[in-house]
C-alpha cells in the first residue's frame, strides 16, 4: 500500500511562505510523476504543480507561476512546494499526488495515489 504523507502547512500572512513537504513509501518514487493540488471550501480541486521523474520539467498553473516552486529529492522520496508571494487566496487544503505512470499531467484523474492533505491558511 502505497502512502503519501504532507506536512508544513499552516497559518501565515499574506505575503510570507510556506514549504509543504510530500514523503512517500512508494519504492516507485524515482520514476513516478508528482504533483500538488488544491481545494479550498465549497470548491474543486485544482492542479497547483507537477514535476518529471526527474525533476527535469515542472508544470504550474497561471495563478501560481512565479510564486511557487516544485522540487523533488529521489533520494529521500520527498517532493516539495515552496510557495512564497502567498495571498488570502491560496487558503486551500493542499494534497499530494502520485502517478505511476512517467507521462506528467495536471488532471488530478490520472494520479494513482493521493496524501491526506495539509491545510494552508494565508490571512489578509
Known amino acids: 500500500q502505497v502512502q503519501l504523507v504532507e506536512s508544513g502547512g499552516g497559518l501565515v500572512q499574506a505575503g510570507g511562505s510556506l514549504r509543504l513537504s510530500c514523503t512517500t513509501s512508494?519504492?516507485?518514487?524515482?520514476?513516478?510523476?508528482m504533483g500538488w493540488f488544491r481545494q479550498a471550501p465549497g470548491k474543486e480541486r485544482d492542479f497547483v504543480a507537477a514535476i518529471s521523474k526527474y525533476g527535469i520539467m515542472t508544470y504550474y498553473a497561471d495563478s501560481v507561476k512565479g510564486r511557487f516552486t516544485i522540487s523533488r529529492d529521489n533520494t529521500k522520496n520527498t517532493v516539495y512546494l515552496q510557495m512564497n508571494s502567498l495571498k488570502p487566496e491560496d487558503t486551500a487544503v493542499y494534497y499530494c499526488?502520485?502517478?505511476?505512470?512517467?507521462?506528467?499531467?495536471?488532471?488530478?484523474?490520472?494520479?494513482?495515489?493521493w496524501g491526506q492533505g495539509t491545510q494552508v491558511t494565508v490571512s489578509s
Open positions: 499526488a502520485l502517478r505511476q505512470s512517467g507521462v506528467v499531467t495536471t488532471r488530478g484523474a490520472e494520479y494513482d495515489y
Open positions: 512508494a519504492r516507485t518514487f524515482s520514476s513516478s510523476v
